[in-house]
Protein backbone atom coordinates (compact mmCIF):
# COMPACT_ATOMS: atom_id res chain seq x y z
CA UNK A 1 0.00 0.00 0.00
CA UNK A 2 2.98 2.47 1.21
CA UNK A 3 4.23 1.72 -2.99
CA UNK A 4 1.28 2.38 -4.22
CA UNK A 5 0.81 5.97 -2.40
CA UNK A 6 4.53 6.54 -3.44
CA UNK A 7 4.49 5.30 -6.76
CA UNK A 8 1.28 7.70 -6.92
CA UNK A 9 2.79 10.39 -5.83
CA UNK A 10 5.69 10.41 -8.30
CA UNK A 11 3.45 9.79 -11.22
CA UNK A 12 1.31 12.55 -9.99
CA UNK A 13 4.95 15.01 -9.25
CA UNK A 14 6.43 13.75 -13.18
CA UNK A 15 2.97 14.52 -14.73
CA UNK A 16 2.47 17.93 -13.48
CA UNK A 17 5.90 19.46 -13.64
CA UNK A 18 6.09 18.10 -17.32
CA UNK A 19 2.55 19.62 -18.40
CA UNK A 20 2.95 22.92 -16.25
CA UNK A 21 6.76 22.88 -18.12
CA UNK A 22 5.25 22.30 -21.15
CA UNK A 23 2.30 24.80 -20.90
CA UNK A 24 4.90 28.14 -20.08
CA UNK A 25 7.24 26.63 -23.20
CA UNK A 26 3.98 27.05 -25.46
CA UNK A 27 3.65 30.79 -24.18
CA UNK A 28 7.33 31.52 -24.55
CA UNK A 29 6.96 29.93 -28.38
CA UNK A 30 3.39 31.81 -29.27
CA UNK A 31 4.63 34.96 -28.00
CA UNK A 32 8.15 35.23 -29.63
CA UNK A 33 6.36 34.69 -32.86
CA UNK A 34 4.50 37.34 -32.32
CA UNK A 35 6.97 39.37 -31.36
CA UNK A 36 9.05 38.54 -34.50
CA UNK A 37 5.83 39.02 -36.34
CA UNK A 38 4.79 42.39 -35.73
CA UNK A 39 7.69 44.19 -33.65
CA UNK A 40 10.78 42.43 -35.81
CA UNK A 41 8.88 41.80 -38.91
CA UNK A 42 10.62 38.72 -39.04
CA UNK A 43 8.51 35.40 -38.71
CA UNK A 44 9.75 32.46 -37.34
CA UNK A 45 8.65 29.78 -39.78
CA UNK A 46 9.24 26.90 -37.11
CA UNK A 47 7.37 28.76 -34.26
CA UNK A 48 3.66 27.10 -35.63
CA UNK A 49 5.44 23.28 -36.09
CA UNK A 50 6.53 23.98 -32.51
CA UNK A 51 3.95 24.93 -31.06
CA UNK A 52 1.94 21.91 -32.70
CA UNK A 53 4.45 19.71 -31.49
CA UNK A 54 4.13 20.99 -27.93
CA UNK A 55 0.34 21.32 -27.76
CA UNK A 56 -0.55 17.21 -27.93
CA UNK A 57 2.51 16.73 -25.04
CA UNK A 58 0.31 19.32 -23.62
CA UNK A 59 -2.97 17.96 -23.98
CA UNK A 60 -2.20 14.32 -23.35
CA UNK A 61 0.29 15.08 -20.25
CA UNK A 62 -2.89 17.39 -19.55
CA UNK A 63 -5.19 14.92 -19.52
CA UNK A 64 -3.16 12.23 -17.30
CA UNK A 65 -2.68 15.35 -14.79
CA UNK A 66 -6.94 15.82 -14.87
CA UNK A 67 -7.58 11.85 -14.34
CA UNK A 68 -5.03 11.69 -11.24
CA UNK A 69 -6.79 14.91 -9.75
CA UNK A 70 -10.16 13.53 -10.98
CA UNK A 71 -10.74 16.57 -12.83
CA UNK A 72 -12.51 15.23 -16.14
CA UNK A 73 -16.00 16.28 -16.68
CA UNK A 74 -18.47 13.45 -15.86
CA UNK A 75 -22.29 13.42 -14.79
CA UNK A 76 -22.89 13.15 -11.70
CA UNK A 77 -26.24 14.16 -10.77
CA UNK A 78 -27.18 10.38 -10.20
CA UNK A 79 -24.16 9.56 -8.80
CA UNK A 80 -24.56 12.49 -5.89
CA UNK A 81 -27.80 10.95 -5.14
CA UNK A 82 -27.19 7.44 -4.74
CA UNK A 83 -26.00 5.79 -1.19
CA UNK A 84 -22.61 5.85 -0.23
CA UNK A 85 -22.09 2.26 -1.24
CA UNK A 86 -23.42 2.65 -4.35
CA UNK A 87 -21.66 5.90 -4.87
CA UNK A 88 -18.40 3.67 -3.90
CA UNK A 89 -19.45 1.29 -6.60
CA UNK A 90 -20.48 3.96 -9.87
CA UNK A 91 -16.83 5.57 -8.67
CA UNK A 92 -14.75 2.15 -9.18
CA UNK A 93 -17.37 1.83 -12.51
CA UNK A 94 -15.81 5.18 -13.53
CA UNK A 95 -12.43 4.20 -13.27
CA UNK A 96 -12.78 0.79 -14.61
CA UNK A 97 -14.26 1.84 -17.95
CA UNK A 98 -11.81 4.79 -18.25
CA UNK A 99 -8.87 2.14 -17.66
CA UNK A 100 -10.33 -0.47 -20.73
CA UNK A 101 -11.05 2.33 -22.99
CA UNK A 102 -6.72 3.34 -22.43
CA UNK A 103 -5.73 -0.03 -22.65
CA UNK A 104 -8.28 -0.62 -25.74
CA UNK A 105 -6.19 2.33 -27.54
CA UNK A 106 -2.91 1.51 -26.30
CA UNK A 107 -1.97 -0.23 -29.35
CA UNK A 108 -2.97 1.96 -32.01
CA UNK A 109 -1.85 4.77 -30.83
CA UNK A 110 1.42 2.89 -30.66
CA UNK A 111 1.07 2.29 -33.88
CA UNK A 112 -0.56 5.62 -34.95
CA UNK A 113 2.64 7.00 -34.00
CA UNK A 114 5.01 4.62 -35.62
CA UNK A 115 2.84 5.35 -39.04
CA UNK A 116 3.85 9.18 -38.37
CA UNK A 117 7.61 8.25 -38.52
CA UNK A 118 8.31 8.44 -42.10
CA UNK A 119 6.78 11.55 -42.11
CA UNK A 120 8.98 15.01 -41.95
CA UNK A 121 7.63 18.22 -40.56
CA UNK A 122 9.05 20.64 -43.10
CA UNK A 123 10.20 23.64 -41.15
CA UNK A 124 11.60 21.56 -37.92
CA UNK A 125 12.89 18.72 -40.24
CA UNK A 126 12.31 16.35 -37.68
CA UNK A 127 10.62 13.26 -37.87
CA UNK A 128 6.16 13.56 -36.94
CA UNK A 129 6.99 10.88 -34.10
CA UNK A 130 8.33 13.20 -31.90
CA UNK A 131 4.70 14.72 -31.96
CA UNK A 132 2.92 11.94 -32.16
CA UNK A 133 4.68 10.08 -29.65
CA UNK A 134 2.48 11.82 -26.98
CA UNK A 135 -0.81 9.71 -27.59
CA UNK A 136 0.95 6.88 -26.71
CA UNK A 137 2.96 8.26 -23.84
CA UNK A 138 -0.15 9.83 -22.34
CA UNK A 139 -1.98 6.67 -22.88
CA UNK A 140 0.22 4.86 -20.65
CA UNK A 141 0.54 7.54 -18.01
CA UNK A 142 -3.04 7.47 -17.73
CA UNK A 143 -3.13 3.82 -17.50
CA UNK A 144 -1.02 3.42 -15.09
CA UNK A 145 -2.47 5.98 -13.03
CA UNK A 146 -6.03 4.28 -13.35
CA UNK A 147 -4.40 1.37 -12.36
CA UNK A 148 -3.18 3.00 -9.00
CA UNK A 149 -6.29 4.19 -8.39
CA UNK A 150 -8.13 0.80 -8.83
CA UNK A 151 -5.22 -0.56 -6.60
CA UNK A 152 -5.61 2.15 -3.53
CA UNK A 153 -9.36 1.37 -3.61
CA UNK A 154 -10.71 0.32 0.07
CA UNK A 155 -13.52 -1.98 -0.70
CA UNK A 156 -11.88 -4.76 -2.09
CA UNK A 157 -15.38 -6.66 -2.95
CA UNK A 158 -16.69 -3.36 -4.52
CA UNK A 159 -13.49 -3.18 -7.04
CA UNK A 160 -14.27 -7.24 -7.73
CA UNK A 161 -17.78 -6.95 -8.60
CA UNK A 162 -16.63 -3.31 -10.60
CA UNK A 163 -14.37 -5.07 -12.57
CA UNK A 164 -16.65 -8.12 -13.12
CA UNK A 165 -19.40 -6.39 -14.43
CA UNK A 166 -17.82 -4.22 -16.98
CA UNK A 167 -16.02 -8.14 -17.78
CA UNK A 168 -19.30 -9.22 -18.64
CA UNK A 169 -21.07 -6.34 -20.70
CA UNK A 170 -17.82 -6.47 -22.81
CA UNK A 171 -18.27 -10.20 -22.95
CA UNK A 172 -21.65 -10.15 -23.91
CA UNK A 173 -20.84 -7.42 -26.58
CA UNK A 174 -18.00 -9.57 -28.06
CA UNK A 175 -20.32 -12.40 -28.20
CA UNK A 176 -23.09 -10.81 -29.87
CA UNK A 177 -20.66 -9.19 -32.30
CA UNK A 178 -21.69 -10.99 -35.32
CA UNK A 179 -25.76 -10.33 -34.57
CA UNK A 180 -24.43 -6.77 -34.38
CA UNK A 181 -23.07 -6.75 -37.84
CA UNK A 182 -26.24 -7.94 -39.20
CA UNK A 183 -28.37 -4.79 -37.57
CA UNK A 184 -26.78 -2.21 -39.74
CA UNK A 185 -27.47 1.88 -38.43
CA UNK A 186 -29.57 -0.06 -35.72
CA UNK A 187 -26.56 -0.02 -33.98
CA UNK A 188 -26.13 3.30 -33.70
CA UNK A 189 -28.47 3.63 -30.96
CA UNK A 190 -27.16 0.51 -29.36
CA UNK A 191 -23.37 2.21 -29.31
CA UNK A 192 -24.53 6.13 -29.26
CA UNK A 193 -27.63 6.30 -27.62
CA UNK A 194 -28.14 3.48 -24.83
CA UNK A 195 -24.04 2.56 -23.88
CA UNK A 196 -23.33 6.20 -24.54
CA UNK A 197 -25.93 6.91 -22.18
CA UNK A 198 -25.66 4.11 -19.23
CA UNK A 199 -22.05 5.19 -19.45
CA UNK A 200 -22.29 8.85 -18.96
CA UNK A 201 -25.44 9.03 -16.16
CA UNK A 202 -23.00 6.16 -14.45
CA UNK A 203 -20.71 8.48 -13.73
CA UNK A 204 -17.84 7.64 -16.35
CA UNK A 205 -16.00 10.74 -17.34
CA UNK A 206 -17.52 12.15 -20.90
CA UNK A 207 -14.15 11.79 -22.80
CA UNK A 208 -13.65 8.13 -22.30
CA UNK A 209 -17.98 7.42 -22.67
CA UNK A 210 -17.06 8.73 -26.19
CA UNK A 211 -14.40 6.86 -26.10
CA UNK A 212 -15.80 3.90 -25.98
CA UNK A 213 -19.14 3.68 -27.84
CA UNK A 214 -17.15 4.77 -30.79
CA UNK A 215 -14.73 2.05 -30.10
CA UNK A 216 -17.06 -0.39 -29.54
CA UNK A 217 -19.02 0.22 -32.68
CA UNK A 218 -15.80 0.70 -35.13
CA UNK A 219 -14.58 -2.60 -33.59
CA UNK A 220 -17.93 -4.82 -33.42
CA UNK A 221 -20.31 -3.62 -35.69
CA UNK A 222 -17.60 -2.38 -38.89
CA UNK A 223 -14.44 -3.22 -40.37
CA UNK A 224 -12.84 0.01 -40.23
CA UNK A 225 -9.38 -0.33 -38.32
CA UNK A 226 -9.40 1.29 -34.68
CA UNK A 227 -6.05 3.13 -35.44
CA UNK A 228 -8.82 5.19 -36.84
CA UNK A 229 -9.82 5.99 -33.80
CA UNK A 230 -6.88 7.27 -33.24
CA UNK A 231 -6.57 9.01 -36.21
CA UNK A 232 -9.51 11.19 -35.84
CA UNK A 233 -8.67 11.86 -31.90
CA UNK A 234 -5.25 13.45 -33.23
CA UNK A 235 -7.23 15.59 -35.92
CA UNK A 236 -9.95 16.84 -33.26
CA UNK A 237 -6.82 17.74 -31.43
CA UNK A 238 -4.71 19.68 -33.53
CA UNK A 239 -6.45 22.44 -34.35
CA UNK A 240 -4.31 25.20 -34.15
CA UNK A 241 -7.16 27.89 -32.74
CA UNK A 242 -7.45 25.60 -30.26
CA UNK A 243 -4.05 26.57 -28.82
CA UNK A 244 -6.05 29.38 -27.60
CA UNK A 245 -7.84 26.99 -25.18
CA UNK A 246 -5.23 26.83 -22.41
CA UNK A 247 -4.06 30.24 -22.90
CA UNK A 248 -7.31 31.55 -21.89
CA UNK A 249 -7.89 29.14 -19.33
CA UNK A 250 -3.93 30.81 -17.83
CA UNK A 251 -5.30 34.06 -18.43
CA UNK A 252 -8.12 33.79 -16.42
CA UNK A 253 -6.32 32.60 -13.80
CA UNK A 254 -4.18 35.47 -13.75
CA UNK A 255 -6.92 37.97 -13.64
CA UNK A 256 -8.04 36.71 -10.93
CA UNK A 257 -4.73 36.12 -8.75
CA UNK A 258 -3.60 39.70 -9.56
CA UNK A 259 -6.87 41.41 -8.54
CA UNK A 260 -7.89 42.86 -12.01
CA UNK A 261 -11.19 40.64 -11.80
CA UNK A 262 -12.11 42.39 -8.47
CA UNK A 263 -11.25 45.57 -9.27
CA UNK A 264 -14.39 45.17 -12.32
CA UNK A 265 -16.33 44.00 -9.82
CA UNK A 266 -15.61 46.90 -6.85
CA UNK A 267 -15.65 49.54 -9.60
CA UNK A 268 -19.50 48.39 -10.69
CA UNK A 269 -20.92 48.02 -7.78
CA UNK A 270 -19.51 51.98 -6.67
CA UNK A 271 -21.85 52.64 -9.77
CA UNK A 272 -24.79 51.28 -9.20
CA UNK A 273 -24.54 49.68 -5.31
CA UNK A 274 -26.66 52.37 -3.88
CA UNK A 275 -29.49 51.02 -6.12
CA UNK A 276 -32.23 48.69 -4.75
CA UNK A 277 -31.34 45.31 -5.94
CA UNK A 278 -28.41 47.38 -7.54
CA UNK A 279 -25.71 44.52 -6.61
CA UNK A 280 -27.83 41.65 -8.59
CA UNK A 281 -27.44 44.08 -11.79
CA UNK A 282 -23.63 44.84 -10.71
CA UNK A 283 -23.98 40.61 -10.96
CA UNK A 284 -24.96 40.47 -14.31
CA UNK A 285 -22.71 43.49 -15.18
CA UNK A 286 -19.30 41.85 -13.86
CA UNK A 287 -20.57 38.39 -15.25
CA UNK A 288 -20.44 40.44 -18.85
CA UNK A 289 -17.31 41.59 -18.35
CA UNK A 290 -15.35 38.83 -16.54
CA UNK A 291 -16.89 35.69 -18.89
CA UNK A 292 -15.05 34.55 -21.75
CA UNK A 293 -11.81 35.19 -20.56
CA UNK A 294 -10.70 32.29 -18.69
CA UNK A 295 -12.66 29.37 -20.54
CA UNK A 296 -14.12 27.96 -17.57
CA UNK A 297 -17.54 29.21 -15.95
CA UNK A 298 -16.46 28.21 -12.87
CA UNK A 299 -13.65 30.82 -12.80
CA UNK A 300 -16.07 33.73 -14.21
CA UNK A 301 -17.96 32.55 -11.12
CA UNK A 302 -15.26 32.29 -8.71
CA UNK A 303 -14.33 35.70 -9.83
CA UNK A 304 -17.30 37.53 -9.27
CA UNK A 305 -19.18 35.43 -6.25
CA UNK A 306 -16.49 36.34 -3.60
CA UNK A 307 -17.06 39.61 -3.64
CA UNK A 308 -20.32 40.25 -4.43
CA UNK A 309 -22.64 37.40 -3.01
CA UNK A 310 -21.73 38.12 0.89
CA UNK A 311 -22.78 41.68 -0.01
CA UNK A 312 -26.21 40.80 -1.78
CA UNK A 313 -27.22 38.96 1.97
CA UNK A 314 -26.16 42.09 3.70
CA UNK A 315 -28.54 43.72 1.59
CA UNK A 316 -31.16 41.03 2.28
CA UNK A 317 -31.36 39.30 -0.61
CA UNK A 318 -32.19 35.59 -0.47
CA UNK A 319 -29.69 32.81 -0.58
CA UNK A 320 -32.07 31.03 -3.45
CA UNK A 321 -32.23 34.40 -5.41
CA UNK A 322 -28.93 34.84 -5.28
CA UNK A 323 -27.80 31.56 -6.47
CA UNK A 324 -30.49 31.34 -9.20
CA UNK A 325 -29.38 34.80 -10.77
CA UNK A 326 -25.16 33.80 -10.62
CA UNK A 327 -26.86 30.66 -12.91
CA UNK A 328 -28.46 32.57 -15.04
CA UNK A 329 -25.91 34.98 -15.57
CA UNK A 330 -23.34 31.97 -16.32
CA UNK A 331 -25.62 30.95 -19.57
CA UNK A 332 -26.21 34.66 -20.29
CA UNK A 333 -22.75 34.71 -21.08
CA UNK A 334 -22.08 31.95 -22.90
CA UNK A 335 -21.62 33.95 -26.17
CA UNK A 336 -19.35 36.55 -24.80
CA UNK A 337 -16.10 36.46 -26.60
CA UNK A 338 -13.44 35.03 -26.60
CA UNK A 339 -15.71 32.25 -25.45
CA UNK A 340 -13.85 28.07 -25.90
CA UNK A 341 -17.26 27.59 -27.09
CA UNK A 342 -17.13 29.79 -30.23
CA UNK A 343 -13.92 28.84 -30.41
CA UNK A 344 -14.66 25.30 -30.53
CA UNK A 345 -17.27 25.85 -33.20
CA UNK A 346 -14.91 27.47 -34.88
CA UNK A 347 -12.14 24.68 -35.28
CA UNK A 348 -15.13 22.32 -35.97
CA UNK A 349 -16.85 23.92 -38.37
CA UNK A 350 -14.90 26.47 -40.18
CA UNK A 351 -16.69 29.69 -39.65
CA UNK A 352 -14.67 32.66 -39.25
CA UNK A 353 -13.66 32.97 -35.23
CA UNK A 354 -13.37 37.65 -36.01
CA UNK A 355 -17.31 36.81 -36.73
CA UNK A 356 -18.12 34.62 -33.99
CA UNK A 357 -16.65 36.92 -32.01
CA UNK A 358 -18.33 40.03 -32.97
CA UNK A 359 -21.60 38.02 -33.01
CA UNK A 360 -21.44 37.34 -30.00
CA UNK A 361 -21.63 40.28 -27.85
CA UNK A 362 -25.46 41.70 -28.65
CA UNK A 363 -27.47 38.76 -27.99
CA UNK A 364 -25.64 38.40 -24.57
CA UNK A 365 -26.54 41.93 -24.18
CA UNK A 366 -29.99 41.44 -24.92
CA UNK A 367 -30.15 38.58 -22.72
CA UNK A 368 -28.62 40.57 -20.03
CA UNK A 369 -31.22 43.85 -20.32
CA UNK A 370 -33.60 40.60 -20.05
CA UNK A 371 -32.43 39.44 -17.36
CA UNK A 372 -31.72 42.95 -15.28
CA UNK A 373 -35.91 43.70 -16.59
CA UNK A 374 -36.95 40.48 -14.69
CA UNK A 375 -34.71 41.66 -11.48
CA UNK A 376 -36.84 44.78 -11.63
CA UNK A 377 -39.88 43.17 -11.89
CA UNK A 378 -39.94 41.07 -8.95
CA UNK A 379 -40.98 42.04 -5.86
CA UNK A 380 -38.20 42.80 -3.38
CA UNK A 381 -37.08 40.08 -1.06
CA UNK A 382 -36.26 42.55 1.66
CA UNK A 383 -36.88 46.18 2.86
CA UNK A 384 -33.68 46.63 4.02
CA UNK A 385 -32.09 50.16 2.49
CA UNK A 386 -29.69 50.01 0.18
CA UNK A 387 -26.13 50.72 0.33
CA UNK A 388 -25.02 54.33 0.76
CA UNK A 389 -24.34 55.77 -2.62
CA UNK A 390 -21.14 56.15 -3.70
CA UNK A 391 -19.06 59.91 -4.22
CA UNK A 392 -17.83 60.99 -7.16
CA UNK A 393 -14.75 60.96 -5.74
CA UNK A 394 -15.30 56.71 -4.73
CA UNK A 395 -16.38 56.54 -8.20
CA UNK A 396 -13.58 58.26 -9.98
CA UNK A 397 -11.06 56.47 -7.46
CA UNK A 398 -12.62 53.41 -8.65
CA UNK A 399 -12.76 53.69 -12.09
CA UNK A 400 -9.00 54.44 -11.91
CA UNK A 401 -8.48 51.50 -10.26
CA UNK A 402 -9.71 49.21 -12.26
CA UNK A 403 -9.02 50.81 -16.38
CA UNK A 404 -6.11 48.56 -16.55
CA UNK A 405 -8.41 45.26 -15.95
CA UNK A 406 -11.40 47.19 -17.83
CA UNK A 407 -9.27 47.81 -20.83
CA UNK A 408 -7.52 44.33 -21.25
CA UNK A 409 -11.03 42.43 -22.24
CA UNK A 410 -12.04 45.29 -24.50
CA UNK A 411 -8.59 45.17 -25.94
CA UNK A 412 -8.90 41.45 -26.31
CA UNK A 413 -12.06 40.89 -27.94
CA UNK A 414 -11.53 44.01 -30.17
CA UNK A 415 -8.17 42.76 -31.74
CA UNK A 416 -9.57 39.35 -32.57
CA UNK A 417 -13.12 40.89 -34.12
CA UNK A 418 -11.19 43.24 -36.38
CA UNK A 419 -9.18 40.43 -37.04
CA UNK A 420 -5.44 42.28 -35.64
CA UNK A 421 -4.31 38.97 -34.35
CA UNK A 422 -5.76 35.72 -34.02
CA UNK A 423 -7.02 34.83 -30.97
CA UNK A 424 -4.01 32.00 -29.81
CA UNK A 425 -2.01 35.39 -30.71
CA UNK A 426 -3.82 38.07 -28.33
CA UNK A 427 -4.12 35.41 -25.54
CA UNK A 428 -0.50 35.87 -25.15
CA UNK A 429 -0.12 39.25 -25.32
CA UNK A 430 -2.87 39.43 -22.73
CA UNK A 431 -1.02 37.49 -20.55
CA UNK A 432 2.16 38.79 -20.84
CA UNK A 433 0.31 42.41 -20.00
CA UNK A 434 -1.60 40.48 -17.51
CA UNK A 435 1.65 39.61 -15.64
CA UNK A 436 3.05 42.85 -15.90
CA UNK A 437 -0.02 45.13 -14.92
CA UNK A 438 -0.37 42.61 -11.68
CA UNK A 439 3.21 43.09 -10.92
CA UNK A 440 3.54 46.90 -11.58
CA UNK A 441 0.19 48.49 -10.92
CA UNK A 442 -2.08 46.09 -8.55
CA UNK A 443 1.08 44.56 -6.90
CA UNK A 444 -0.68 41.38 -6.23
CA UNK A 445 1.62 38.92 -8.40
CA UNK A 446 2.15 35.58 -5.99
CA UNK A 447 5.26 33.86 -7.96
CA UNK A 448 4.45 30.98 -5.41
CA UNK A 449 1.01 30.38 -7.37
CA UNK A 450 1.90 31.06 -10.70
CA UNK A 451 3.32 27.18 -10.79
CA UNK A 452 -0.20 25.86 -9.56
CA UNK A 453 -1.59 27.70 -11.70
CA UNK A 454 -0.03 26.83 -14.92
CA UNK A 455 -0.82 22.73 -13.40
CA UNK A 456 -4.65 23.93 -13.04
CA UNK A 457 -4.49 25.25 -16.29
CA UNK A 458 -2.88 22.14 -17.88
CA UNK A 459 -5.41 19.77 -16.06
CA UNK A 460 -8.40 21.94 -17.13
CA UNK A 461 -6.83 22.21 -21.16
CA UNK A 462 -6.60 18.44 -20.80
CA UNK A 463 -9.76 17.51 -19.43
CA UNK A 464 -11.15 19.82 -22.07
CA UNK A 465 -9.18 18.47 -25.39
CA UNK A 466 -9.75 15.20 -24.42
CA UNK A 467 -13.45 15.65 -24.87
CA UNK A 468 -12.64 17.14 -28.01
CA UNK A 469 -10.78 14.54 -29.42
CA UNK A 470 -13.21 11.55 -28.70
CA UNK A 471 -15.99 13.58 -29.43
CA UNK A 472 -14.31 14.08 -32.91
CA UNK A 473 -13.99 9.98 -33.20
CA UNK A 474 -17.54 10.01 -32.63
CA UNK A 475 -18.80 12.75 -35.08
CA UNK A 476 -16.82 10.80 -38.13
CA UNK A 477 -18.14 7.91 -37.01
CA UNK A 478 -21.88 9.34 -37.55
CA UNK A 479 -21.02 10.89 -40.60
CA UNK A 480 -19.15 7.70 -42.20
CA UNK A 481 -22.27 5.56 -41.09
CA UNK A 482 -24.75 7.61 -43.69
CA UNK A 483 -26.54 9.03 -40.22
CA UNK A 484 -25.94 12.92 -40.81
CA UNK A 485 -27.51 12.10 -44.36
CA UNK A 486 -30.61 10.35 -42.85
CA UNK A 487 -30.83 12.94 -40.50
CA UNK A 488 -30.81 15.97 -43.29
CA UNK A 489 -33.33 14.58 -44.96
CA UNK A 490 -35.66 13.46 -41.88
CA UNK A 491 -35.41 17.44 -40.83
CA UNK A 492 -35.84 18.48 -44.25
CA UNK A 493 -39.43 17.00 -44.73
CA UNK A 494 -40.59 19.19 -41.13
CA UNK A 495 -43.05 21.69 -41.73
CA UNK A 496 -41.81 25.17 -41.36
CA UNK A 497 -38.63 25.01 -43.11
CA UNK A 498 -36.01 27.12 -40.99
CA UNK A 499 -38.15 28.34 -38.01
CA UNK A 500 -38.95 24.54 -37.20
CA UNK A 501 -35.53 23.60 -37.85
CA UNK A 502 -34.37 26.31 -35.51
CA UNK A 503 -37.40 25.45 -32.66
CA UNK A 504 -36.13 21.78 -33.06
CA UNK A 505 -32.42 22.90 -32.54
CA UNK A 506 -32.99 25.10 -29.37
CA UNK A 507 -34.75 22.11 -27.97
CA UNK A 508 -32.43 19.52 -28.83
CA UNK A 509 -29.38 21.48 -27.70
CA UNK A 510 -31.13 22.31 -24.53
CA UNK A 511 -31.44 18.86 -23.41
CA UNK A 512 -27.97 17.89 -24.70
CA UNK A 513 -26.13 21.27 -22.95
CA UNK A 514 -27.64 19.84 -19.65
CA UNK A 515 -26.28 16.18 -20.34
CA UNK A 516 -23.11 16.76 -22.14
CA UNK A 517 -21.91 20.30 -21.78
CA UNK A 518 -20.99 22.88 -24.26
CA UNK A 519 -18.10 21.67 -26.02
CA UNK A 520 -19.01 17.62 -26.39
CA UNK A 521 -21.86 18.27 -27.46
CA UNK A 522 -20.59 21.11 -30.09
CA UNK A 523 -17.43 18.95 -31.69
CA UNK A 524 -20.80 15.66 -31.66
CA UNK A 525 -23.55 17.92 -33.29
CA UNK A 526 -21.99 20.46 -34.91
CA UNK A 527 -20.69 18.50 -38.19
CA UNK A 528 -24.29 17.26 -38.32
CA UNK A 529 -26.31 20.15 -37.54
CA UNK A 530 -24.93 23.56 -39.30
CA UNK A 531 -24.60 21.75 -42.71
CA UNK A 532 -28.53 21.17 -42.40
CA UNK A 533 -28.40 25.17 -41.08
CA UNK A 534 -26.93 26.25 -44.41
CA UNK A 535 -29.09 24.18 -46.53
CA UNK A 536 -31.85 25.50 -45.44
CA UNK A 537 -30.49 29.15 -45.57
CA UNK A 538 -30.19 30.34 -42.13
CA UNK A 539 -26.68 32.41 -41.48
CA UNK A 540 -24.05 30.27 -39.77
CA UNK A 541 -23.13 32.70 -37.70
CA UNK A 542 -26.59 33.25 -36.29
CA UNK A 543 -27.05 29.48 -36.22
CA UNK A 544 -24.14 29.41 -33.64
CA UNK A 545 -25.69 31.98 -31.36
CA UNK A 546 -28.97 30.13 -31.29
CA UNK A 547 -26.59 26.95 -30.62
CA UNK A 548 -24.46 28.42 -27.81
CA UNK A 549 -27.52 30.04 -25.24
CA UNK A 550 -29.39 26.83 -25.83
CA UNK A 551 -26.29 24.62 -24.46
CA UNK A 552 -25.91 27.21 -21.68
CA UNK A 553 -29.88 26.91 -20.81
CA UNK A 554 -29.39 23.34 -20.28
CA UNK A 555 -25.97 23.53 -18.86
CA UNK A 556 -27.16 25.61 -15.94
CA UNK A 557 -30.78 24.36 -15.65
CA UNK A 558 -31.14 21.65 -12.86
CA UNK A 559 -31.96 18.77 -12.06
CA UNK A 560 -28.93 17.90 -14.82
CA UNK A 561 -27.62 20.91 -15.59
CA UNK A 562 -23.83 20.89 -14.19
CA UNK A 563 -23.42 24.57 -14.24
CA UNK A 564 -26.08 24.97 -11.55
CA UNK A 565 -24.75 22.56 -9.03
CA UNK A 566 -21.17 24.45 -10.03
CA UNK A 567 -22.58 28.36 -9.12
CA UNK A 568 -23.91 26.54 -5.62
CA UNK A 569 -20.29 25.25 -4.65
CA UNK A 570 -18.72 28.45 -5.38
CA UNK A 571 -21.73 30.18 -3.73
CA UNK A 572 -21.92 27.54 -0.60
CA UNK A 573 -25.91 27.54 -1.23
CA UNK A 574 -27.87 24.73 -0.83
CA UNK A 575 -29.03 23.87 -4.50
CA UNK A 576 -32.60 22.95 -2.82
CA UNK A 577 -32.21 27.22 -2.46
CA UNK A 578 -32.49 27.78 -5.63
CA UNK A 579 -34.56 25.46 -7.10
CA UNK A 580 -37.90 27.25 -7.53
CA UNK A 581 -35.91 31.10 -8.14
CA UNK A 582 -34.42 29.66 -11.03
CA UNK A 583 -37.43 28.70 -13.24
CA UNK A 584 -38.19 32.28 -13.92
CA UNK A 585 -35.13 32.86 -14.75
CA UNK A 586 -34.49 30.56 -17.07
CA UNK A 587 -37.94 31.04 -18.34
CA UNK A 588 -36.67 34.61 -19.26
CA UNK A 589 -33.40 33.29 -20.83
CA UNK A 590 -35.32 30.72 -23.54
CA UNK A 591 -37.46 33.89 -24.15
CA UNK A 592 -34.74 35.92 -25.34
CA UNK A 593 -33.22 33.00 -26.91
CA UNK A 594 -36.47 32.74 -28.62
CA UNK A 595 -35.92 36.58 -30.13
CA UNK A 596 -32.34 36.19 -31.00
CA UNK A 597 -33.71 32.90 -33.21
CA UNK A 598 -36.83 35.09 -34.47
CA UNK A 599 -34.46 38.05 -35.17
CA UNK A 600 -31.06 37.10 -37.43
CA UNK A 601 -29.96 40.59 -37.42
CA UNK A 602 -29.27 40.68 -33.74
CA UNK A 603 -26.66 38.27 -34.46
CA UNK A 604 -25.26 39.64 -37.29
CA UNK A 605 -25.56 43.34 -37.36
CA UNK A 606 -21.88 43.16 -36.47
CA UNK A 607 -20.67 41.70 -39.44
CA UNK A 608 -21.39 43.79 -42.13
Known amino acids: MIAGVRAERFLARFSQAAAASLLLAEIIVLFSGVVSRYVLVRPLTWSDELASLIFLWLVMLGAAVALQKGAHMRMTFLVEIASPGLREFLDLIAIVCTALFLALIAGPAYDFARSEAAVTM ?13 LPVGVVLMIASSLLKLAAAGNRTALI ?42 GVPIAFSFGLATFGYLALTTTTPTVVVIGRMD ?33 LASLLGHV ?17 ISGSKAADMAAVAPVLVPEMRKGGAEDGEIVALLAATGAQTETIPPSIVLIAIGSVTGISISSLF ?42 IAASPALLLPFLVRAAVAEGVATATEVSTIAIVYSVLVGIAIYRQFDWRKVWPGLVNTASMSGAI ?29 LPGGAAAFLAVSIVAFIILGS ?30 MVVVLSMGIGLFAPPFGVGYYTACAISDISPSAGMRPIRIYLLALLAGTALIAAVPSLSTVFLH
Open 465 to 493: LLIIGTATGMAWSLTQSGFSHQLARTIGL
Open 122 to 134: PALGISRAWRASA
Open 358 to 399: KGGLLPSAILAVILGGVIWLRVPTSRQPAAARATWRQIGRAL
Open 515 to 544: VLEGIPAIVLCAPLFFPIASRLGVNEVHYA
Open 161 to 202: CAILLVGLVVGAFEAGQPVLQELGNINLLIFFVGLLAVLVFS
Open 276 to 292: RRGLAYVLIGAMYLVSG
Open 235 to 267: EGMSHLILLAVPLFVFLGFLMQMTGMANSMVLF
